[in-house]
Protein backbone atom coordinates (compact mmCIF):
# COMPACT_ATOMS: atom_id res chain seq x y z
CA UNK A 1 0.00 0.00 0.00
CA UNK A 2 1.69 3.07 -1.49
CA UNK A 3 0.95 6.91 -0.53
CA UNK A 4 4.63 8.55 -1.76
CA UNK A 5 6.62 9.85 -4.76
CA UNK A 6 10.33 9.89 -5.70
CA UNK A 7 10.64 12.91 -3.18
CA UNK A 8 9.00 11.46 0.06
CA UNK A 9 10.79 7.97 -0.99
CA UNK A 10 13.85 9.71 -1.03
CA UNK A 11 12.96 11.51 2.39
CA UNK A 12 12.51 8.09 4.04
CA UNK A 13 15.69 6.60 3.02
CA UNK A 14 17.36 9.81 4.91
CA UNK A 15 15.37 9.37 7.90
CA UNK A 16 16.23 6.00 7.96
CA UNK A 17 19.83 6.26 7.76
CA UNK A 18 20.98 6.05 10.79
CA UNK A 19 18.82 3.09 11.65
CA UNK A 20 20.28 1.57 8.83
CA UNK A 21 22.07 -2.30 10.19
CA UNK A 22 23.27 -5.36 9.13
CA UNK A 23 20.56 -7.65 8.33
CA UNK A 24 20.09 -10.33 11.00
CA UNK A 25 18.28 -13.79 11.50
CA UNK A 26 14.54 -12.20 11.25
CA UNK A 27 12.66 -13.75 14.22
CA UNK A 28 11.69 -12.43 17.51
CA UNK A 29 10.18 -13.62 21.27
CA UNK A 30 8.53 -11.71 23.94
CA UNK A 31 10.49 -10.39 26.85
CA UNK A 32 9.52 -12.04 30.21
CA UNK A 33 8.96 -8.98 32.08
CA UNK A 34 6.71 -10.07 34.59
CA UNK A 35 3.74 -7.69 33.59
CA UNK A 36 0.43 -9.13 32.19
CA UNK A 37 -2.18 -7.07 30.84
CA UNK A 38 -2.87 -5.43 27.82
CA UNK A 39 0.83 -3.68 27.66
CA UNK A 40 4.04 -5.75 26.98
CA UNK A 41 7.13 -5.25 26.20
CA UNK A 42 8.47 -7.27 23.35
CA UNK A 43 12.14 -7.63 21.72
CA UNK A 44 12.58 -8.44 17.85
CA UNK A 45 15.82 -9.17 15.71
CA UNK A 46 18.42 -11.84 16.49
CA UNK A 47 17.06 -13.68 19.46
CA UNK A 48 20.99 -14.25 20.14
CA UNK A 49 22.37 -10.84 20.11
CA UNK A 50 20.82 -8.72 22.66
CA UNK A 51 23.66 -6.16 23.00
CA UNK A 52 21.68 -3.63 22.11
CA UNK A 53 18.06 -2.89 23.63
CA UNK A 54 17.11 -0.37 20.62
CA UNK A 55 15.04 -3.42 19.25
CA UNK A 56 12.78 -3.62 22.38
CA UNK A 57 9.35 -2.41 21.52
CA UNK A 58 6.41 -1.42 23.89
CA UNK A 59 3.05 -3.40 22.41
CA UNK A 60 -0.51 -1.86 23.63
CA UNK A 61 -3.35 -4.43 23.04
CA UNK A 62 -5.48 -1.28 21.24
CA UNK A 63 -5.66 2.73 20.70
CA UNK A 64 -8.19 2.82 23.33
CA UNK A 65 -5.19 1.39 25.52
CA UNK A 66 -2.43 3.59 24.21
CA UNK A 67 -4.61 6.80 24.59
CA UNK A 68 -5.75 6.29 27.90
CA UNK A 69 -1.98 5.72 29.12
CA UNK A 70 -0.92 8.72 27.13
CA UNK A 71 -3.40 10.66 29.11
CA UNK A 72 -2.68 9.05 32.20
CA UNK A 73 0.84 9.98 32.33
CA UNK A 74 0.68 13.50 31.28
CA UNK A 75 -2.07 13.84 34.01
CA UNK A 76 0.55 12.06 36.55
CA UNK A 77 3.22 14.23 35.57
CA UNK A 78 1.05 17.38 36.06
CA UNK A 79 -0.31 16.55 39.52
CA UNK A 80 3.12 15.75 40.03
CA UNK A 81 4.71 19.10 39.36
CA UNK A 82 1.68 21.08 40.63
CA UNK A 83 2.41 19.47 44.21
CA UNK A 84 5.66 20.46 44.26
CA UNK A 85 4.72 23.99 42.88
CA UNK A 86 2.27 24.17 45.77
CA UNK A 87 4.85 23.45 48.40
CA UNK A 88 7.39 25.37 47.19
CA UNK A 89 6.05 28.11 44.60
CA UNK A 90 5.67 30.85 47.44
CA UNK A 91 9.71 31.58 46.53
CA UNK A 92 10.53 33.57 43.66
CA UNK A 93 11.54 32.20 40.65
CA UNK A 94 15.81 31.89 41.83
CA UNK A 95 14.91 30.41 45.05
CA UNK A 96 12.80 28.14 43.70
CA UNK A 97 14.61 26.59 40.61
CA UNK A 98 17.69 26.49 43.06
CA UNK A 99 15.42 24.51 45.24
CA UNK A 100 14.35 21.98 42.58
CA UNK A 101 18.05 21.51 41.91
CA UNK A 102 18.80 21.08 45.66
CA UNK A 103 16.05 18.38 46.13
CA UNK A 104 16.80 16.88 42.68
CA UNK A 105 13.27 17.04 41.85
CA UNK A 106 12.51 15.03 38.74
CA UNK A 107 9.64 16.81 37.41
CA UNK A 108 9.22 13.93 35.21
CA UNK A 109 9.22 11.32 38.02
CA UNK A 110 6.00 9.43 36.57
CA UNK A 111 7.57 9.24 33.26
CA UNK A 112 10.92 7.59 35.02
CA UNK A 113 8.69 5.20 36.84
CA UNK A 114 6.62 3.95 34.32
CA UNK A 115 9.66 3.34 31.77
CA UNK A 116 11.85 1.62 34.63
CA UNK A 117 8.64 -0.47 35.54
CA UNK A 118 8.89 -2.09 32.10
CA UNK A 119 12.51 -1.88 31.86
CA UNK A 120 12.51 0.02 28.71
CA UNK A 121 15.20 2.22 26.77
CA UNK A 122 12.92 5.22 25.97
CA UNK A 123 13.38 7.70 23.44
CA UNK A 124 12.31 10.25 26.16
CA UNK A 125 15.53 9.26 27.57
CA UNK A 126 17.46 9.74 24.47
CA UNK A 127 15.98 13.35 24.17
CA UNK A 128 16.85 13.87 27.54
CA UNK A 129 20.59 13.42 27.05
CA UNK A 130 20.84 14.80 23.62
CA UNK A 131 19.44 18.21 25.56
CA UNK A 132 21.77 17.82 28.27
CA UNK A 133 24.63 17.94 25.93
CA UNK A 134 23.43 20.95 24.03
CA UNK A 135 22.46 23.12 27.36
CA UNK A 136 25.73 22.61 29.03
CA UNK A 137 27.58 25.06 26.68
CA UNK A 138 28.18 29.38 26.96
CA UNK A 139 25.86 29.67 24.27
CA UNK A 140 22.43 27.50 22.96
CA UNK A 141 23.58 27.22 19.37
CA UNK A 142 19.65 26.99 17.76
CA UNK A 143 21.20 24.56 15.24
CA UNK A 144 21.64 22.09 17.73
CA UNK A 145 18.77 22.10 19.70
CA UNK A 146 17.25 18.57 19.81
CA UNK A 147 13.59 19.88 19.09
CA UNK A 148 14.87 20.64 15.56
CA UNK A 149 14.88 16.69 14.90
CA UNK A 150 12.42 15.06 13.89
CA UNK A 151 12.60 12.23 15.75
CA UNK A 152 11.62 14.27 19.18
CA UNK A 153 9.06 16.07 17.67
CA UNK A 154 6.66 14.75 20.26
CA UNK A 155 5.87 15.36 23.66
CA UNK A 156 7.60 14.07 27.09
CA UNK A 157 4.66 11.34 27.21
CA UNK A 158 4.59 10.50 24.03
CA UNK A 159 8.82 9.78 24.05
CA UNK A 160 8.53 7.36 27.03
CA UNK A 161 6.52 4.95 24.50
CA UNK A 162 8.34 4.98 21.63
CA UNK A 163 11.30 3.01 21.64
CA UNK A 164 14.43 4.70 20.65
CA UNK A 165 13.77 3.75 16.79
CA UNK A 166 10.46 5.73 16.93
CA UNK A 167 8.97 2.67 16.80
CA UNK A 168 5.32 1.12 18.44
CA UNK A 169 3.02 -1.50 18.13
CA UNK A 170 -0.82 -0.95 18.42
CA UNK A 171 -3.12 -3.74 18.13
CA UNK A 172 -1.78 -5.49 15.04
CA UNK A 173 0.26 -2.42 13.42
CA UNK A 174 3.66 -1.33 13.78
CA UNK A 175 4.18 2.53 13.66
CA UNK A 176 7.61 4.07 12.95
CA UNK A 177 7.47 7.69 12.81
CA UNK A 178 10.01 9.22 10.21
CA UNK A 179 10.77 12.79 8.98
CA UNK A 180 7.60 13.96 7.25
CA UNK A 181 5.27 11.45 8.47
CA UNK A 182 5.40 7.49 9.07
CA UNK A 183 5.60 3.96 7.98
CA UNK A 184 2.52 1.21 9.22
CA UNK A 185 3.27 -2.48 9.09
CA UNK A 186 -0.26 -2.94 8.74
CA UNK A 187 -0.14 -6.82 9.44
CA UNK A 188 2.59 -6.45 12.73
CA UNK A 189 5.07 -8.41 11.04
CA UNK A 190 8.42 -8.00 12.55
CA UNK A 191 10.49 -9.26 9.98
CA UNK A 192 9.28 -6.27 7.38
CA UNK A 193 10.41 -3.69 10.45
CA UNK A 194 13.94 -5.42 10.38
CA UNK A 195 14.07 -5.33 6.77
CA UNK A 196 12.87 -1.21 6.63
CA UNK A 197 15.11 -0.52 9.74
CA UNK A 198 18.04 -2.25 7.49
CA UNK A 199 16.93 0.13 3.89
CA UNK A 200 15.26 -2.13 2.22
CA UNK A 201 13.14 -0.19 -0.24
CA UNK A 202 11.13 -3.17 -1.95
CA UNK A 203 9.44 -3.54 1.53
CA UNK A 204 7.75 -0.42 1.39
CA UNK A 205 6.03 -1.62 -1.85
CA UNK A 206 4.55 -4.33 0.24
CA UNK A 207 0.17 -4.60 0.65
CA UNK A 208 0.58 -4.46 3.86
CA UNK A 209 3.30 -1.54 4.20
CA UNK A 210 1.61 1.76 4.48
CA UNK A 211 3.96 4.82 3.42
CA UNK A 212 2.33 8.32 4.51
CA UNK A 213 4.93 11.27 4.11
CA UNK A 214 3.84 14.61 3.60
CA UNK A 215 5.23 16.13 0.03
CA UNK A 216 5.60 19.59 2.19
CA UNK A 217 8.25 17.99 4.03
CA UNK A 218 10.64 18.66 0.68
CA UNK A 219 8.83 20.95 -1.11
CA UNK A 220 6.98 23.29 1.79
CA UNK A 221 6.75 26.06 -0.10
CA UNK A 222 4.63 24.62 -3.07
CA UNK A 223 2.12 24.20 -1.27
CA UNK A 224 -0.39 26.63 0.66
CA UNK A 225 -1.96 22.95 2.82
CA UNK A 226 -0.34 20.65 4.64
CA UNK A 227 -1.08 18.06 7.32
CA UNK A 228 2.42 17.92 8.67
CA UNK A 229 4.70 20.88 9.72
CA UNK A 230 6.06 22.18 12.88
CA UNK A 231 8.51 25.28 13.49
CA UNK A 232 10.64 26.81 16.22
CA UNK A 233 11.68 30.04 17.16
CA UNK A 234 12.98 31.66 20.12
CA UNK A 235 13.21 34.99 22.16
CA UNK A 236 16.30 36.12 24.78
CA UNK A 237 13.45 38.13 26.02
CA UNK A 238 16.06 38.79 29.47
CA UNK A 239 19.68 39.16 30.70
CA UNK A 240 20.61 35.47 30.19
CA UNK A 241 17.14 33.89 29.20
CA UNK A 242 15.77 32.48 26.87
CA UNK A 243 12.56 30.72 25.73
CA UNK A 244 11.80 28.70 22.83
CA UNK A 245 8.71 28.68 21.05
CA UNK A 246 7.14 25.60 18.87
CA UNK A 247 4.03 25.19 16.86
CA UNK A 248 3.51 21.97 15.22
CA UNK A 249 0.64 20.20 13.50
CA UNK A 250 0.53 16.17 12.51
CA UNK A 251 -2.38 14.72 10.92
CA UNK A 252 -2.10 11.29 11.20
CA UNK A 253 -4.88 8.71 8.88
CA UNK A 254 -6.69 7.62 12.27
CA UNK A 255 -5.78 11.28 14.61
CA UNK A 256 -4.60 14.88 14.26
CA UNK A 257 -2.20 16.52 17.09
CA UNK A 258 -1.66 20.35 17.16
CA UNK A 259 0.20 21.48 20.17
CA UNK A 260 1.89 25.12 20.80
CA UNK A 261 4.64 24.96 23.68
CA UNK A 262 7.02 27.04 25.95
CA UNK A 263 10.71 25.51 26.46
CA UNK A 264 11.84 27.98 29.20
CA UNK A 265 15.90 28.38 29.87
CA UNK A 266 18.44 30.34 32.03
CA UNK A 267 22.20 30.41 31.67
CA UNK A 268 24.04 30.11 34.99
CA UNK A 269 27.86 29.52 36.07
CA UNK A 270 28.88 28.88 32.34
CA UNK A 271 26.01 26.59 31.04
CA UNK A 272 22.44 26.67 30.82
CA UNK A 273 19.87 24.65 32.38
CA UNK A 274 15.65 24.33 31.82
CA UNK A 275 14.11 27.68 34.23
CA UNK A 276 10.93 27.25 35.92
CA UNK A 277 8.62 30.13 35.56
CA UNK A 278 5.59 31.17 34.99
CA UNK A 279 4.18 30.80 31.30
CA UNK A 280 1.19 30.83 29.22
CA UNK A 281 0.18 28.69 26.47
CA UNK A 282 -2.33 28.14 23.84
CA UNK A 283 -3.81 28.05 20.12
CA UNK A 284 -5.73 29.03 17.45
CA UNK A 285 -6.58 26.57 14.33
CA UNK A 286 -8.74 26.67 11.28
CA UNK A 287 -8.57 23.09 9.54
CA UNK A 288 -9.49 21.77 6.29
CA UNK A 289 -10.15 17.79 6.20
CA UNK A 290 -9.87 17.33 2.36
CA UNK A 291 -6.42 17.07 0.29
CA UNK A 292 -6.49 20.82 -0.31
CA UNK A 293 -7.63 23.94 0.92
CA UNK A 294 -10.57 25.76 -0.25
CA UNK A 295 -10.45 29.48 -0.93
CA UNK A 296 -13.52 30.04 0.25
CA UNK A 297 -13.12 29.89 3.61
CA UNK A 298 -15.21 27.35 5.16
CA UNK A 299 -13.04 25.37 7.46
CA UNK A 300 -13.61 21.92 8.89
CA UNK A 301 -13.45 22.28 11.99
CA UNK A 302 -12.45 25.96 13.90
CA UNK A 303 -11.07 25.72 17.58
CA UNK A 304 -9.59 27.89 20.04
CA UNK A 305 -7.91 25.98 22.97
CA UNK A 306 -8.04 29.38 25.54
CA UNK A 307 -4.25 29.62 27.72
CA UNK A 308 -3.12 26.90 29.50
CA UNK A 309 -0.87 28.59 32.68
CA UNK A 310 1.32 26.72 35.51
CA UNK A 311 4.86 27.34 36.87
CA UNK A 312 6.43 25.07 34.75
CA UNK A 313 10.63 24.61 32.68
CA UNK A 314 8.30 23.87 29.77
CA UNK A 315 4.06 23.84 29.40
CA UNK A 316 2.74 22.37 25.84
CA UNK A 317 -1.40 22.84 24.90
CA UNK A 318 -2.25 19.95 23.08
CA UNK A 319 -5.08 18.59 21.24
CA UNK A 320 -5.92 15.46 19.86
CA UNK A 321 -8.99 15.36 17.46
CA UNK A 322 -9.71 11.73 16.94
CA UNK A 323 -10.89 9.77 13.85
CA UNK A 324 -10.14 9.39 10.01
CA UNK A 325 -9.82 13.24 9.06
CA UNK A 326 -6.76 14.05 7.46
CA UNK A 327 -6.77 17.49 9.30
CA UNK A 328 -4.78 19.62 7.40
CA UNK A 329 -3.90 23.58 7.92
CA UNK A 330 -3.48 26.52 5.53
CA UNK A 331 0.03 28.14 5.45
CA UNK A 332 -0.09 31.23 7.67
CA UNK A 333 -4.04 31.44 7.93
CA UNK A 334 -4.24 27.68 9.65
CA UNK A 335 -2.38 27.68 13.16
CA UNK A 336 -1.81 30.34 15.31
CA UNK A 337 -0.10 30.23 18.43
CA UNK A 338 -0.52 32.36 21.99
CA UNK A 339 2.15 32.56 24.14
CA UNK A 340 2.64 34.26 27.71
CA UNK A 341 6.42 34.63 29.92
CA UNK A 342 8.35 37.04 31.30
CA UNK A 343 5.14 39.59 31.52
CA UNK A 344 4.78 39.45 27.42
CA UNK A 345 1.85 37.92 25.54
CA UNK A 346 3.49 37.11 22.04
CA UNK A 347 1.86 35.37 19.02
CA UNK A 348 3.40 33.00 16.51
CA UNK A 349 1.83 32.32 13.14
CA UNK A 350 2.41 28.46 11.50
CA UNK A 351 3.83 30.03 8.12
CA UNK A 352 6.12 28.79 5.23
Excluded at 12 to 20: A, D
Excluded at 250 to 264: C, F, I, M, N, R
Amino acid sequence: MKYFNKIALFTILVSLFSFVSCKKENTFESLETGQEGPIQLTYYGNTSDRSSDGNTILVFSDQDVYNSVVEQLQQDVDTWDDAFVAEWGHLDDDALNDKEEALNFDAEKPLTDFENQYGFNSLRKEYLAAEEAWMNNEELIDANDPDLDPRFYFDEADMSLLNTKNEIKIGNEITKYVEGGYIKVLDGDFDKLILINAGDTEVLNDDNVLVRISDDAAARGSSDCTWWTRQTDNDYYASNKKMYRILQHHGYSWKAVTKAKLKSYKRKNGRWKRYRTNLGVGFHAQFYSGGVCPTDGNYDLDHDTGYREKKRKTLSKRVRFNGNNHYRVENYWGLRGAYKYGGYNTFKRLEW
